[in-house]
C-alpha cells in the first residue's frame, strides 16, 4: 500500500505544476496571433511597467537567470520588439528598452489580461478571492526563492 504522502494527488507540486502548464496554455492562442510566446509577453509586461531596464533586473523581476533570459530578449530583438543596447554609465550592462512594434503591442493585447482571468475564475477563485490567492501564491514564491539553490 503507497504511502499518502506519495499520491500523486496529495503533491502540492503537481497541481501548481498543473495549473501553471494549462493557464500557459490558455494565454497561447491569444498570444500566437501576434507571434509571441508566452515567456515574450512576460518580458512585455515587465517592459511596460518600466521601459529600458538592465538585462539583470527583468531576469530578476521573472525569477529567471540571466542565462535563460538572453536569448529570449536576442529572438525580440531579430523580431523588431525590443532593442538591447550597452549602458552608459556601464558598458557591460546591456539595457532593453521597447521598441515603437513592443509598444504597439499592449494595444493589442489589451483584453488578454481579462480574458485570462475570466477563464479561471470559478467556485472557489472569484474576483474578490483571488487577492487571497495571490498573497498566498506569492507568500510559496518568496519561500521558496529564498530556499538554498
Known amino acids: ?72 530578449l536576442q529572438r525580440m530583438e531579430k523580431e523588431g520588439v525590443l532593442s538591447r543596447k550597452r549602458g552608459e554609465k556601464d558598458a557591460r550592462q546591456m539595457i532593453v528598452s521597447l521598441t515603437r512594434k513592443g509598444r504597439d503591442l499592449q494595444k493589442k493585447l489589451t483584453d488578454v489580461p481579462k480574458t485570462v482571468g475570466d477563464a479561471v475564475i470559478c467556485d472557489s477563485v472569484t474576483p474578490d478571492s483571488a487577492p487571497d490567492l495571490f498573497r498566498m501564491l506569492d507568500d510559496i514564491i518568496s519561500k521558496l526563492n529564498s530556499l538554498p539553490q
Open 1 to 72: 500500500m503507497i504511502k499518502e504522502e506519495f499520491k500523486l494527488d496529495n503533491q502540492l507540486c503537481f497541481r501548481l505544476y498543473t495549473a501553471s502548464r494549462l493557464l500557459t496554455q490558455a494565454y497561447h492562442p491569444l498570444l500566437s496571433e501576434h507571434g509571441l510566446t508566452y515567456p515574450q509577453y512576460l518580458v512585455l509586461l515587465v517592459l511596460w511597467e518600466k521601459d529600458a531596464q538592465p538585462v539583470n533586473d527583468i531576469a530578476k523581476r521573472l525569477y529567471l537567470e540571466t542565462n535563460t533570459v538572453t536569448p529570449l
